[in-house]
């Protein structure tokens, strides 16, 4: 199948004064759309993997032929990952549910799950992602590396953030701790305790 770049489920200025529209439109319409457009021309002519999904192809690394095998593990990281971040940034959710419940059990707070998560995403060397991943029933904060994906190595995420650069330099500079505390203004969490529904 050929992979397209999914529509925001709400406009780019949507997460301001939080996330600014000019930094959403860029990390959307060109950072995200490159993704999905070498991903496609990374996989083009092998029809076995034209058929999967970036998330599938992300599971499977090991069967993906070596010569194209970075190539969709940098692209489809990066359209599966934005994909999977898109929807998880809505203002005004409260922090409620399931997943909520097994954060406190977890962590004490979410106060504390904030500071955990938090020093995660800022001290993370370089580009790359934060995610509270769910796996055997327990929740973990972990980082991954540029546009590597918690899926390749069989966890499944529920709240995922870029710590790319480009998804905060605009407004932030080089204030990363800024920017990853405007991301809890920011947080869907009904978005994300159906993820945590479908992982559990």
Request: overall charge negative; glycine content about 4%; proline content about 5%.
């Given at each position: ?43 083009g002519g092998h029809k076995e993997f034209e058929a999967l999904d970036a998330d599938e192809l992300l599971k499977n690394l090991d069967r993906i032929p070596e010569d194209i095998r970075t190539a969709v593990r940098n692209h489809g990281g990066g359209h599966s990952n934005h994909s999977f971040f898109w929807p998880l940034l809505k203002k005004n959710v409260p922090f409620g549910g399931a ?102």
């Open positions: 199948m050929l992979h397209v770049l999914p529509p925001l489920p709400y406009d780019y200025n949507s997460l301001e004064p939080f996330i600014d529209e000019e930094t959403m439109r860029i990390h959307h319409t060109k950072h995200h759309q490159t993704y999905v457009d070498k991903l496609n021309a990374a996989l997943v909520s419940e097994r954060i406190l059990k977890q962590f004490g707070s979410l106060e504390k799950f904030r500071e955990d998560f938090s020093n995660r995403a800022a001290l993370l060397f370089g580009s790359g992602w934060t995610w509270l991943t769910l796996d055997q029933g327990k929740l973990e904060i972990m980082t991954t590396a540029n546009q590597d994906s918690p899926l390749s190595v069989g966890k499944t995420p529920v709240l995922g953030l870029d710590v790319w650069e480009h998804a905060y330099y605009l407004k932030y500079q080089n204030r990363r701790p800024d920017y990853i505390k405007a991301f809890f203004e920011v947080i869907n969490w009904e978005k994300v305790n159906e993820h945590f529904y479908k992982a559990g």
